[in-house]
């Protein structure tokens, strides 16, 4: 069964500053990874996904994310966060039976 | 235009009650689905339907039951609602691919149920 394991609970950064995220996940076969932003009180936005190719992909936002199959990670990077980035971000991996499994989250708080 | 839309944002309703919270999508798409985003805001699958038949069910008490009239609709039946119950209720929905691994999903805002 596939996993994804968020490490960070909460990380905050300050404006203007860089922000890392890290996602590793546990999958038998070629993982189908995604990163989900979830402003407060909304629903959950696709920031990005990766199938295959190029192993750094480019979302939206600013955001981009790079798949490291040795390291089994999906890690999302931004190189200058805005205040209106603060959220909670959620990694998650497809698997062939349409489940979508995701990581426990991790709150990002942006301080001026 | 709202891609996928829930009905209501929010509720709250005694213990004991039955509930229904609806899901519409306008993507055309032929998979939906049901989360549960419990207290810790951790995400877990419900329920999926393709193209109106049960694909996914997991774990879920039967007073869960999920209704799909078409293909566009995929509503959240729920009896004898528990304080358990309490949580963030999400509809997504997928193109709903051969290969389901790929399928990107869609979120719908979320229904915040509380139960009192």
């Known amino acids: 069964a596939q996993s994804v394991t968020q490490p960070d609970i909460h990380i905050t950064v300050s404006e203007g500053a860089s922000l890392e995220l890290r996602c590793n996940y546990s999958y038998g076969a070629t993982p189908y990874l995604f990163w989900y932003v979830q402003s407060p009180g909304q629903g959950l936005q696709l920031l990005l996904k990766?199938?295959?190719?190029?192993?750094l992909v480019q979302g939206i936002k600013g955001f981009e994310a790079e798949f490291k199959r040795s390291q089994s990670s999906f890690n999302l990077r931004k190189p200058s966060v805005h205040w209106s980035d603060a959220a909670e971000y959620f990694c998650?991996?497809?698997?062939?039976?349409?489940?979508?499994?995701f990581g426990a989250g991790t709150t990002v708080t942006v301080r001026a | 235009d709202t891609a996928v839309s829930q009905t209501p944002k929010y509720l709250v309703t005694q213990m004991g009650n039955d509930k229904s919270i609806k899901c519409e999508q306008n993507l055309g798409h032929d998979t939906m689905y049901w989360y549960k985003q419990d207290s810790k805001k951790f995400l877990k699958i419900m329920f999926s339907?393709?193209?109106?038949?049960?694909?996914i069910n997991e774990t879920v008490p039967n007073r869960f039951s999920p209704k799909s009239p078409d293909k566009a609709h995929l509503n959240l039946h729920i009896n004898s609602l528990e304080l358990g119950d309490s949580a963030v209720y999400f509809c997504?929905?997928?193109?709903?691919?051969?290969?389901?691994?790929?399928?990107?999903?869609?979120f719908g805002p979320g229904t915040r149920l509380t139960v009192l």
């Open positions: 990766y199938f295959s190719g190029d192993t």
């Open positions: 339907y393709n193209n109106k038949e049960l694909i």
């Open positions: 997504a929905s997928s193109q709903g691919t051969p290969l389901g691994y790929t399928d990107t999903q869609y």
């Open positions: 998650a991996v497809g698997s062939n039976d349409y489940k979508l499994s």
